[in-house]
């Protein structure tokens, strides 16, 4: 069964950061691709980064201040957030890119405020 654990959330001030981390278990995990969604409230859930072999890709409203990276051997994808600003305030999701687990992890809050 697809497991999806994500941690590292929290409140931090803007111009802060905060590095996500995402294990995953139920799968081969070095297979496939991974991504990294959010859902801020009220919004859809968008995707963020992905990671596919050695190539990353962002959403532009992130792209140079989070970095999006994989560790195959501890079967755990990365999000390391810098510069953070209020509206990355979202519960942020680790899952299979392009196309997602239908079981989603629980997610980590991301509270970006003064």
């Known amino acids: 069964q697809v497991q999806l654990v994500e941690s590292g959330g929290g409140l931090v001030q803007p111009g802060g950061s905060l590095r996500l981390s995402c294990a995953a278990s139920?799968?081969?995990?070095?297979?496939?691709?991974m991504g990294w969604y959010r859902q801020a409230p009220g919004k859809q859930r968008e995707l963020v980064a992905s990671?596919?072999?050695?190539?990353?890709n962002y959403a532009d409203s992130v792209k140079g201040r989070f970095t999006i990276s994989r560790d195959n051997a501890k079967n755990t994808v990365y999000l390391q957030m810098n510069s953070l600003k209020p509206e990355d305030t979202a519960v942020y999701y680790c899952?299979?890119?392009?196309?997602?687990?239908?079981?989603w992890g629980q997610g980590t809050q991301v509270t970006v405020s003064s």
């Open positions: 899952n299979r890119f392009p196309i997602p687990y239908t079981n």
């Open positions: 139920g799968f081969t995990f070095s297979f496939y691709d």
């Open positions: 990671i596919s072999g050695g190539r990353t």
